[in-house]
């Protein structure tokens, strides 16, 4: 009987944990994952652990990592049980996220999905997740999120909060009629709104990231 | 023509949306419509002091709900306008006796009875305001000129608006003409721009509404009071008449005035 089994979700595949011991379950691991054919079956997935509700100590997760790198796979997420969850925290929290590691920025993953059109106000307390560009035909009010892979495209008023390139793509913008956000978050890099409140301009404005940080300029201008 | 749900909500407590509730059930009652308020806040019950109608409380909401009392038996009749009825909230149950269920099948009852059921809600945005809003053909939403106020008012016209409700209408209460001139106080255009939802009344801060409240005699019963005038305009648009927003003056009253020039000597 198997101790691992595999299983294709959305967000990656998902390795879930027998009731076999650790040892005898990474050796399992190993066959699996050296069996002709698998290697670019799972070359570059996401891996979910789910633990089943045993804990799983970091030296344990520091071992999985090890040897799905050499899978060129990458453990994403622990699950099962919160000790685990806890170790694979603290353990990611020591080593920068993997396209960090890289030297160029790796290649934005690209955006397949289809923009999203949003044709009313975003109120506070409302969340848009969208793996697309985010159009709002409407306003963006205090206390309100969008956040998206791609660009966000504001025809009206932003004061909340919003997150473009939220998987990491450091070309994506932030457009809007009224650019007066509480906080703007490109890619891995935050602005906030200054603490002196700012005078309405003129027209459009869009932010980026230009040299490592966000810069806002009026829309049309580059 | 069965009566029409008007649920009064804000998000945020403190903002008027009992006194509010009280004053519009006493100016439609005043132009000849049926009306009962209904108070919301199960276990926080207020309306009924507002409405000066506590001492006749015997059965309440819940009892109907639950079948202890009939709804006539419920119902209290005002003491001064014959047209207004309070159905009042129980005071030792807590917001999870009722559900929306129950509330929008009362509802249909009330209906047949009166012109206009007014729904007092219970602050934030839990079960208590979920059942309130539930069965409500309209939502009227009270916000005060403050940032607090607005945000969460924005919050609450989201809910009602993702439930598929007509988009609420919006009341401004206890506007200050004089702060917000000085501009310390928001003004109806930055209240509106961010809600972006139908005006639908102005209520001016006025003092007489605290002694008012606290003797049970709503200031809509009354013409004189600025706040009270208010609430009947309000009233009449209810009823689908158009009636133009009242500018608030700003000029000192001649107390005011006779003060100022006595400081100046």
Redesign the interface.
Known sequence: MSSVSFKGTREGLSITLGDGGWRAMMSELTAQLGRPGAQSFFRGARVLLETSGRTVAVTQIEELIALLAQHDMTLVSVMGEPHAQANFNQLRATIPPPELLEEEPPAPRVDDSQPLVIRRTIRSGQVVRHAGTVIVLGDINPGAEVIANGDVIVWGKLRGVVHAGAAGDLRATVGALLLMPTQLRIADHIARAPDDKRVLRWPAEIARVRDGRIIVEPWGTS | MPGQVLTITSGKGGVGKTTTTANLGVALARRGKRVVCLDADIGLRNLDVVMGLENRIVFDLVDVIEGHAKLRQALIKDKRLPELHLLPAAQKRDKTAVTNEQMIKLCVDLRNEFDFILIDSPAGIEGGFKYSVAPADRVLVVVTPEVSSV??A??V???V??QEKPSPQLIINRLRPAMVKRGEMLDTADVLE?L?IELIGIVPEDETIITSTNKGQPVALEDRSSAGAAFLRIAQRLMGEQVPFQVFHDSPGLLERLARFWKSQ
């Open positions: 945000r969460d924005d919050r016209i989201g809910l608006e993702s961010i972006a």
